[in-house]
């Protein structure tokens, strides 16, 4: 069904949007992490 559909597409969107952050956090100096 269409709400199916969209539940999945807003399932992909979170798990992409947390692997992203992920990335970024990886990619970010420790120093900055422990500002934090």
Do not use: F, H, M, Y
């Not at 709400?3 to 952050?21: F, P």
């Amino acid at each position: 069904t269409i709400i199916e559909r969209k539940r999945k597409c807003l399932i992909a969107s979170l798990v992409g949007s947390r692997q992203q952050d992920e990335k970024i956090e990886l990619a970010l100096p420790e120093e900055k992490r422990k500002g934090k």
